[in-house]
């Protein structure tokens, strides 16, 4: 930071919320002692917003120009580690600082520490009278410390009448004492497990990984319910001993209620909850408590990244393989990938767990940049399912159904035996497509290049990439024939009116996202817990985590559905997919069946699946991406250029093409439409850039971009390292 004479005024460059390339210069009024990662709040423009004071050079500013910092935030300084985290993601995602540091600014300008709050503290005055409640309350208040009324009647077992009635006699006296913890701070030796060998064994190296306080990585590669969580629970207990923070990645955390109450079990507390659906009272509370480090252990969405913890020891991502891990929105980024540079910048161990690794992370574990531990098999009495394939040429649906005979009559024995029938099937509404049966017309979203999906409890045609939704008309738009419209496919809805009809006497739950706020959803999981429902029908929501202790038929109603769209991920995804939502069945000691309705029996994901030979999959999934140079062995980076018209967003594609560097070790493939051509209106093409695993393709991408097209009129370009699909 640099003085500038000779006013000898301080400037510091200061970071805000904006997509602009550099920080801004702003200046520092007398007194204020700001460091590189203190939390300010700037004038910027008519507003005031919050920014990271950081370090380097400012740029001259013409002195009328330069305005002060508004306020210095009352809290810690971002730490370093967290500073050059943010640098270093900036960097690799080629995305403006500014964009990062807004990810870690999930606070309002204006920052009100939290109000004190009343509380009651022991006046050394004894009551007139003594009882058995207001011994036990004077015991825990006798040491003098100040409790809040509700607390100490909680803490001491009584009705807060005790404690107003100890009030009157003058027993306690008025105190502000600061606001309480969101949490309270989890205890790693309120309820360890009892582990089997297998679990032991394992936890035992991964708390070795955290008592060695380095950075390292572990896979924990274990089957459906082996109890991966019970093994990282003993690692998060060492992290806490060690008086470190701990962040637990989690890709569905809306519905993770089921996660939280195992931690509470375990730890007698349960961990701050970080993630999109929080009041904006809560998240300002959890992100100022993480900061201060109040919180202990956060359990969150892939943003809980960007929290500014204070001294961060252990992060755990479970269900390292899920998708939900990238964001596709400003800044793309993948938060296992960014957790394990979190932890080699900050030093620390970081724990992928999955029961179906990525090929990635796979990959890494062969060539030893990875410790990879094992669980093969499922914790005490519960087997795996037995998984078969249902051939849907030999054992087709009666005509308009979609469930084959063979499934039917194992969920007639599930209902008999009183267990429960999961039916998965990834696609919410009724069905996927509606057309006319006189002219042929499709109903198609008039902004997006997708079909709309008929959602029939809703009544309504909707696009599910932009959201549109149009009633469901009775003539056909195009001919004005009556009443001949044909819904396509099934979706959940149809499922679920199929089984009312050959059920009618089961209880149904549907879940799909669609259908349900995340109260609800976390109820009907509840529900299904408790063994109130016979059959569930749902979408991926299901496929997560949840245990559901008497579901012992899984049928996949669907199975070749993620294998056609030509993805070189898709057989992957397919079968983590599918891995995952059969592993719900069979979580206690009863037999169970997981039944694939597939045209393809003989498919390698459906091999794999049935044989449940993963090692053979994965082999093949490894050789196939080595041949090919793709990720892991190779780089991959996309730019989607985006625009009001087809042509226009075409034309600039086609000249970021051209200022493409000659490199050997780069190839560029493309422009070619994306794989959603058409969202909200925009028209998009992607760039693949493709490299050999040591190329630089952030360098190559900032030369295209540097020699190419600014971005003008309604062209956008946006950058994806690392893209999901290729
Ligand atoms: P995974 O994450 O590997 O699918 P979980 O950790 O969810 O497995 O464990 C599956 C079930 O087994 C859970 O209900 C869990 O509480 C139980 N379980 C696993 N290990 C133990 C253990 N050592 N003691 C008691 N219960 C366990």
Redesign the pocket.
């Known amino acids: 930071m640099k003085q500038d004479s000779p006013s000898a005024q301080k400037i510091v460059p200061v970071l805000v919320p904006l997509p602009a390339a550099k920080p801004y210069s702003y200046s520092v009024p007398d007194g204020m002692d700001v460091k590189a990662g203190s939390i300010v709040r700037v004038p910027l423009g008519p507003r005031e917003v919050a920014g990271i004071v950081t370090e380097g050079a400012t740029d001259s500013v013409d002195a009328k120009k330069l305005r002060p910092i508004s306020e210095l935030f009352d809290c810690p300084p971002v730490d370093n580690g967290m500073m050059r985290f943010m640098r270093w993601a900036a960097d690799y995602t080629i995305s403006p600082p500014g964009m990062v540091a807004r990810m870690i600014l999930r606070v309002p300008a204006a920052f009100d520490p939290e109000p004190p709050v009343p509380g009651l503290r022991f006046s050394g005055q004894q009551p007139e009278r003594m009882t058995g409640a207001r011994s036990r309350v004077l015991e825990l208040a006798g040491d003098g410390l100040a409790w809040t009324r509700t607390g100490l009647a909680h803490a001491a077992g009584v009705s807060a009448t005790v404690i107003d009635g100890l009030s009157a006699q003058g027993v306690f006296e008025e105190v502000m004492i600061p606001a309480r913890p969101v949490v309270a701070p989890p205890d790693p030796d309120y309820a360890p ?4 060998g297998d ?1 032991a064994d394992a936890a035992r190296q991964l708390v070795d990984a955290v008592a060695s306080r380095g950075f390292s990585v572990s896979l924990l590669d ?9 093994v990282y629970f003993e690692a998060v207990a060492t992290a806490i001993e060690q008086g470190k923070q701990v962040l637990i990645l989690l890709p569905e955390i809306a519905l993770t209620q089921q996660f939280l109450e ?1 931690f509470h079990d375990r730890f007698g507390s349960k961990p701050a909850e970080w993630h999109s659906d929080l009041a904006p009272k809560t998240r300002e509370r959890v992100w100022r408590q993480v900061m201060e480090g109040q919180v202990r252990v956060v359990a969150g969405a892939r943003s809980a990244l960007f929290l500014p913890f204070q001294d961060l020891g252990l992060i755990i991502v479970d269900e390292e393989h899920d998708p939900a891990y990238k964001q596709e929105d400003r800044v793309f980024y993948n938060a296992r990938d960014m957790a394990v540079v979190r932890g080699h910048i900050g030093g620390f161990p970081v724990i992928l767990a999955s ?1 179906t690794p990525s090929v990635e992370s796979q990959v890494n574990a062969l060539q030893g940049r990875y410790t990879r531990i094992r ?1 093969t098999g499922r ?2 009495e ?1 087997a795996m399912p037995d998984l078969k394939a249902i051939d849907m040429r030999r054992s087709p649906p009666r005509p308009g159904g979609f469930l084959s005979p063979a499934l039917v009559e194992a969920m007639n024995q599930t209902l008999q035996r009183k267990e429960q029938s999961l039916l998965f099937l990834n696609r919410r509404g009724y069905a996927p497509l509606t057309l006319c049966r006189v002219c042929g017309h499709r109903f198609q979203c008039p902004c997006c290049s997708s079909w709309l999906v008929e959602h029939r409890f809703r009544g309504q045609l909707v696009c599910h990439q932009c959201g549109h939704h149009e009633p469901r008309p009775e003539a056909c738009p195009s001919c004005g024939t009556l009443d001949h419209l044909v819904a396509c496919g099934p979706g959940v809805e149809r499922i679920a009116e199929e089984v009312e009809k050959t059920f009618p006497d089961a209880r149904i739950i549907v879940l799909s996202s669609d259908l349900m706020g995340v109260k609800r959803l976390r109820l009907e999981l509840d529900a299904i817990a408790r063994g109130e429902a016979d059959i569930v029908i749902g979408t991926q929501l299901v496929a997560k ?1 949840h ?1 559901f202790p008497n579901m012992t038929l899984v049928g996949v109603v669907d199975a070749d559905l993620g294998l056609a769209n030509g993805d070189p991920r898709a057989a992957e995804r397919t079968f983590q997919l599918l891995s995952q939502v059969t ?1 719900r069945a069979g ?1 206690t000691g009863k037999k169970s069946v997981g039944l694939l309705q597939t045209y393809q029996p003989d498919h390698p994901v459906m091999r794999a699946i049935v044989s449940g030979d993963a090692e053979a999959f994965y082999t093949r999934e490894i050789e196939e991406r080595e041949r090919s140079g793709l990720p892991p062995y190779g780089r991959l980076g996309a730019l989607i250029i985006s625009a009001g018209t087809r042509a226009e967003a075409e034309n600039h594609a086609r000249a970021l093409r051209r200022a493409a560097p000659h490199s050997s070790e780069i190839n560029v493939l493309g422009p070619a439409e994306a794989p959603l051509a058409l969202i909200r209106g925009r028209h998009r093409f992607r760039l693949l850039i493709h490299g050999t695993r040591k190329a630089d393709i952030q360098n190559f991408i900032r030369a295209i971009l540097s020699a190419g097209p600014k971005e003008r009129g309604s062209v956008r370009v946006q950058i994806d390292i690392d893209p999901q699909s290729f």
């Open positions: 497990a009892e582990l089997s679990q274990g089957v459906t319910g082996s109890g991966k969580t019970e195992r029961a669980l914790y005490a519960a985590g245990n592993g979580r």
